[in-house]
C-alpha cells in the first residue's frame, strides 16, 4: 500500500476513532477520565482519541468515560497532568524527562519526581520544512533564514533548543524567528513569510502533506556529528527517518533525530485506572493499530515505555508484567 494511501486511509480511521469518543467540546462527565491531547490537524489528538475509544469499549467504564481534551500539546499536557487538570496527557519524551528534572520551561517550577510514564507511542521526528527556493539543504542553512517556530512553551521548541547546543557555533542561534501556532505556519511558508517552519510529529501527517502539497516545500535533514554526539548522551532521543516518497516531491529518505510520542500521569493516578488504560490498548491492540497511519507501526513490545528514562506508573508495571512484556 503506497503512503498516499496510507494517508487517505488515515483520514477515515481518524474519522472512526473520534466517533468512538465522546466529543472533546462537550462539557465533562462528573466523573470523566480526562485525557489531555494536541491540535486538531496534529497526531496527538486523534491518537489521544483512540486510546479513549479503547478504554470506552469496556462497557464497565460507562460512568467514567475517557474523554479527549484538544490542548497545544506536551508542555501544557504536562502541566495539566501536574496540576490534576487531566488524568492523562500525551508529550514528547525529551519533554516528560525535562518536566520530571526540572528542566527546560519546567526550571521554574523544579523537578516533579511524581510524574510517571505508562504507554510508549510511535516515534516523533524533528522536522524541518523548507521552501523549494530558499537554499535550504542542511539545518546548518537555517542560519539567517526566516524560520517559522511554535509559539512560546511547545514541545519542539525544547527539542530545537537541546539540538542548537550541540551543533553551537555552526549556527549561533536562530536569529531571525516568528513564533507561529501550528495551524499559521504553512500559511506563513506558502506566503513566502517564512523560509522554513520546524515542528515535531510521527509521520505521514496531515500539516507536512499539507505543507508539501500546496507549497511544494522540501523537508530538510538534521543529521552529522552534531547529532551523533547527542544521540550518544540522551538516551531519551532516538535517530529517525522521514520515509522517502511518505510527501509529493520528497522522493529521498530524509535522516533526522527524534523522540518517542509516551502518553504520562503522575503517581498520584490510582493504580487501577492506569492499568485499566493499558489494558484497554492491549487487548485491543489490532484495533487500535489502525485508528491512524502513525500507529499502524507499532508492535506490542513497544508500548512498553522504557524505565532507564523516567519511571513507569505502578499500574501500568503491574499490568505489563502480568502480560509477560516485562520480567523484573
Known amino acids: 500500500m503506497s503512503f498516499r494511501r496510507l494517508i487517505r486511509l488515515g483520514v477515515a480511521m481518524i474519522a472512526s476513532a473520534v466517533a468512538g469518543c465522546t466529543a472533546a467540546s462537550d462539557a465533562l462527565a462528573p466523573n470523566a477520565v480526562s485525557l489531555a491531547t494536541g491540535i486538531p490537524g496534529g497526531v496527538y489528538h486523534p491518537v489521544g482519541n483512540a486510546i479513549c475509544r479503547m478504554f470506552n469499549l469496556d462497557g464497565k467504564h460507562q460512568e467514567t468515560p475517557c474523554i479527549a481534551v484538544s490542548s497545544d500539546g506536551s508542555v501544557e499536557n504536562i502541566r495539566r497532568v501536574e496540576s490534576g487538570d487531566s488524568a492523562f496527557g500525551l508529550s514528547q519524551t525529551d519533554v516528560a524527562v ?19 510514564m505508562v504507554i510508549a507511542l510511535y516515534p516523533e521526528a524533528f522536522t524541518v520544512v523548507a521552501r523549494a527556493d530558499s537554499g535550504i539543504r542542511d539545518f546548518q542553512d537555517l542560519r539567517g533564514k526566516r524560520v517559522g517556530i511554535g509559539t512560546s512553551g511547545v514541545g519542539y521548541n525544547f527539542t530545537r533548543d537541546v539540538i542548537l547546543r550541540f551543533y553551537g557555533s555552526a549556527t549561533s542561534g536562530l536569529e531571525r524567528v516568528l513564533e507561529l501556532a501550528p495551524t499559521e505556519q504553512n500559511q506563513a511558508l506558502c506566503n513566502n513569510k517564512v523560509d522554513a517552519v520546524i515542528f515535531e510529529a510521527g509521520h505521514p501527517n496531515g500539516l507536512t502533506q499539507e505543507a508539501t502539497t500546496d507549497c511544494r516545500a522540501r523537508l530538510v535533514p538534521v543529521a552529522g556529528q552534531p547529532i551523533d554526539r547527542l544521540l550518544a548522551t540522551h538516551p531519551d532521543y532516538i535517530p529517525s527517518t522521514i520515509p522517502g516518497g511518505m510527501y509529493v516531491g520528497n522522493p529521498g529518505d530524509v535522516p533526522t533525530i527524534g523522540t518517542r510520542a509516551v502518553l504520562v500521569s503522575t503517581g498520584n493516578q490510582p493504580d487501577e485506572l492506569v492499568y485499566a488504560t493499558v489494558k484497554a490498548v492491549f487487548d485491543n491492540f489490532a484495533t487500535f493499530r489502525q485508528l491512524h497511519p502513525a500507529l499502524s507501526i507499532l508492535e506490542i513490545q513497544d508500548i512498553v515505555p522504557s524505565a532507564s528514562v523516567m519511571p513507569i506508573h505502578p499500574g501500568a508495571l503491574k499490568f505489563y508484567r502480568e502480560a509477560g512484556l516485562v520480567h523484573q
Not at 525535562?98 to 510517571?116: Q, S, T
Request: charge should be neutral.
Open 98 to 116: 525535562a518536566a520530571f528534572n526540572g528542566e527546560g520551561p519546567f526550571a521554574g517550577a523544579g523537578p516533579d519526581p511524581k510524574l510517571r
